[in-house]
T-cell receptor
Framework: DTAVSQTPKYLVTQMGNDKSIKCEQN?????MYWYKQDSKKFLKIMFS???????INETVPNRFSPKSPDKAHLNLHINSLELGDSAVYFC?????????FGPGTRLTVL | AQTVTQSQPEMSVQEAETVTLSCTYD???????LFWYKQPPSRQMILVIR??????QNATENRFSVNFQKAAKSFSLKISDSQLGDTAMYFC???????????FGAGTRLTVKP
């Protein structure tokens, strides 16, 4: 069974569109995260939720909005997509120590 | 703020040989965790090894071991008997104890040559 899953794995869309990426974990962890990995492979945390509450909110455009319906899910909604949003987005979860990552979603904005 | 520095953007090693990847970090904390993650071309992030700062003994996982020097704030990864499947990006990461904010280094691209 996949521990942390993301859908879709690939997403190609036009500038200006709104899109969502879904994430689910079946590890029973309390904390979930979203990371952005740019073309140079640099990993930057965007958001972190603990038991459905936002605990880390790095400086990201407010076009990005995380939503956590329950502690097993953390979805990422992006409004008005821009070319610079093209990247790989990783979801992760943890319980006090190491983080377990999903397979990533490659977002391409045309 | 904690920073993690990986000074080697790229490295290569011959199959079956040993390679060491460097990582230094900056923190005023005394309790924390350090990690090495591997990202192969499949892009999946895989935990390689974990070290708790309060433990003096260096962590080991099969062919992977670390050299943790707390005073020097250094955390290098040694890969013994390198295999082609070790070809990947390797990320060093730091996390304060009881805090979920993990910070990553810029990564080292390792190529294992046949």
């Amino acid at each position: 069974d996949t521990a942390v899953s993301q859908t879709p794995k690939y997403l190609v869309t036009q500038m200006g569109n709104d899109k969502s990426i879904k994430c689910e974990q079946n590890l029973g962890h309390d904390t979930m995260y979203w990371y952005k990995q740019d073309s140079k492979k640099f990993l930057k945390i965007m958001f972190s939720y603990n038991n459905k509450e936002l605990i880390i909110n790095e400086t990201v455009p407010n076009r990005f909005s995380p939503k956590s319906p329950d502690k097993a899910h953390l979805n990422l909604h992006i409004n008005s997509l821009e070319l610079g949003d093209s990247a790989v987005y990783f979801c992760a979860s943890s319980q006090d120590r190491e983080q377990f990552f999903g397979p990533g979603t490659r977002l391409t904005v045309l | 703020a904690q920073t993690v520095t990986q000074s080697q953007p790229e490295m290569s090693v011959q199959e079956a040989e040993t390679v060491t990847l460097s990582c230094t970090y900056d923190t005023s904390e005394s309790n924390y965790y350090l990690f090495w993650y591997k990202q192969p071309p499949s892009r999946q992030m895989i935990l390689v090894i974990r070290q708790e700062a309060y433990k003096q003994q260096n962590a080991t996982e099969n062919r992977f071991s670390v050299n943790f020097q707390k005073a020097a704030k250094s955390f290098s990864l040694k890969i013994s008997d390198s295999q082609l499947g070790d070809t990947a990006m390797y990320f060093c990461a730091f996390m304060k104890y009881n805090n979920n904010d993990m910070r990553f280094g810029a990564g080292t691209r390792l190529t294992v040559k046949p």
